[in-house]
T-cell receptor, first 111, second 113 residues
């Protein structure tokens, strides 16, 4: 059983397109996150949701819009994709007082 | 906001030797310090974590130490094996639940057989 699952695993698309990445966790956690890992392997927080409410929104272009339909799901929609958006996007989840668990990542490549 | 610095960026050791990776953090309110191991093409996986009310924690060949006064924490791996080769990230946050992690820049550990 995959605890935090993301789809798709790979996403190759052209500049200017709009795409979505989905994340689901079956751990019963109440907080979910999106992290971006760039080509130099830096891992940086983008967003955090607690029980469907946005609690962290770092300095991310407004082309990125997270959405949490329920506490087990956190999706990421990206409009007007740019070359600099190429990265691996990791979803994670945690429960109060416990460590964060990461999904397998979505490798986004912009042509 | 929090800033975490990690050193060294690369570390090569012989199998059986020890490896030490060091991190410093800036926000004295940070009280949770996990370490993640990331193999090539895989997700970060938690290997050990420590809370600020503890100075040291061990789990088999892995140990973490924390110096709150100096705002330093370190990962120690003893008797390294080739399968320990990976990128290791330290992180810090205020609390373990809802707060996001601020990651260090990573250390690429290579264990030579």
């Amino acid at each position: 059983d995959t605890a935090v699952s993301q789809t798709p695993k790979y996403l190759v698309t052209q500049m200017g397109n709009d795409k979505s990445i989905k994340c689901e966790q079956n751990l019963g956690h109440d907080t979910m996150y999106w992290y971006k890992q760039d080509s130099k392997k830096f891992l940086k927080i983008m967003f955090s949701y607690n029980n469907k409410e946005l609690i962290i929104n770092e300095t991310v272009p407004n082309r990125f819009s997270p959405k949490s339909p329920d506490k087990a799901h956190l999706n990421l929609h990206i409009n007007s994709l740019e070359l600099g958006d190429s990265a691996v996007y990791f979803c994670a989840s945690s429960q109060e007082g416990q460590a964060q668990h990461f999904g397998d990542g979505t490798r986004l490549s912009i042509l | 906001g929090e800033n975490v610095e990690q050193h060294p960026s690369t570390l090569s050791v012989q199998e059986g030797d020890s490896a030490v990776i060091k991190c410093t953090y800036s926000d004295s309110a940070s009280n949770y310090f996990p370490w993640y191991k990331q193999e090539l093409g895989k997700r970060p996986q938690l290997i050990i974590d420590i809370r600020s009310n503890v100075g040291e924690k061990k789990d088999q060949r892995i140990a973490v130490t924390l110096n709150k006064t100096a705002k330093h924490f370190s990962l120690h791996i003893t008797e390294t094996q080739p399968e320990d080769s990976a990128v290791y990230f330290c992180a810090a946050s205020i609390g373990t639940g809802r707060r996001a992690l601020t990651f260090g820049s990573g250390t690429r550990l290579q264990v030579q057989p």
